[in-house]
């Protein structure tokens, strides 16, 4: 559990996608009392800041599993963000999914800076 904590904290930088979609993601990462993890994520996308809902939040060891969904021009969306801690940067890919179908909209992969 001590280890895992290590991965708590504040990460901007980039994402980039298959679709051709691509800009800046902010991840922050926090541990409770109780041993819960709570994530808030943000990202950009054509000129706007994009905020979501984290609805699942896994931390084993130095690796990280997020889930949030989103609205994007009216389409409610579900991204999966994985991925690891290496030093200071947390990075890995991520998928994107319509709610509606579960049809794939998106894919890539993602790198952030401890702030």
């Not at 809902?53 to 994985?82: M, R, W």
Request: glycine content about 16%; hydrophobic content about 35%.
């Amino acid at each position: 559990m001590l280890f895992a904590a290590g991965v708590a904290g504040a990460y901007k930088g980039t994402y980039s996608g298959s679709a051709g979609a691509s800009g800046d993601i902010s991840v922050t990462l926090k541990q409770a009392d109780d041993g819960a993890w709570k994530s808030e994520v943000t990202f950009s996308f054509g000129g706007g800041e994009i905020k979501t809902k984290v609805t699942s939040v896994s931390v084993e060891g130095a690796k990280v599993k997020i889930v949030y969904v989103f609205d994007l021009d009216g389409n409610s969306l579900e991204s999966t963000i994985k991925g690891e801690l290496k030093g200071t940067t947390l990075a890995g890919d991520y998928h994107t999914k319509s709610t509606e179908d579960g049809s794939p909209v998106d894919e890539g992969t993602w790198t952030g800076t401890a702030q």
